[in-house]
């Protein structure tokens, strides 16, 4: 079995999908939206982390959750525009290397400021981190793969 030309960008594509659900679950929660109950230990403990008080959640006036829905937006019609829009097809893995290398660059940054600063890590950022993450590997392995081949 043989996998389809571009299967690491439909997956990226997959995956934006439950990317977007836990940034808005996110952006509910900072925005007092949701109430829900994310403290489970002192290590695992969204309000500091993301919560409507918390000094780190946002970015000026804009919420970091916001900032994450609207990027992993972007991540889902990069991949979908390709098919109507010529200039994205012939630059998808240098695209979808950049924009997904920014999205985890700021993750791997949020990440870090919840390891070393606030001492305490949101649960639902950490799935958004891994989601992140396998999406960098594939956009990886696509670039790779795509470089190998004659265009």
């Known amino acids: 079995m043989t996998l389809p030309r571009n299967w690491q960008v439909r997956i990226i594509q997959l995956l934006a999908v439950p990317g977007m659900l836990v940034a808005y679950y996110l952006?509910?929660?900072?925005?007092g939206s949701l109430f829900t109950t994310c403290t489970v230990n002192d290590f695992f403990?969204?309000?500091q982390v993301s919560g409507?008080?918390?000094?780190y959640s946002s970015i000026g006036p804009i919420p970091i959750a916001l900032?994450?829905?609207l990027g992993y937006a972007v991540i889902f019609l990069v991949v979908w525009l390709q098919d109507w829009i010529k200039?994205?097809?012939d630059n998808l893995p240098e695209l979808i290397f950049g924009?997904?290398?920014l999205a985890f660059l700021f993750t791997l940054g949020l990440t870090a400021l919840?390891?070393?600063i606030i001492h305490a890590f949101c649960q639902y950022c950490l799935y958004s981190a891994a989601i992140i993450l396998i999406m960098f590997l594939l956009a990886i392995s696509f670039l790779i793969e795509s470089n190998k081949e004659p265009r």
């Open 52 to 55: 409507p008080g918390s000094p």
């Open 27 to 31: 952006y509910l929660f900072h925005s």
């Open 67 to 69: 900032m994450g829905l």
């Open 87 to 89: 200039l994205i097809a």
């Open 114 to 116: 919840e390891m070393f």
């Open 45 to 47: 403990d969204c309000g």
């Open 99 to 101: 924009v997904v290398g």
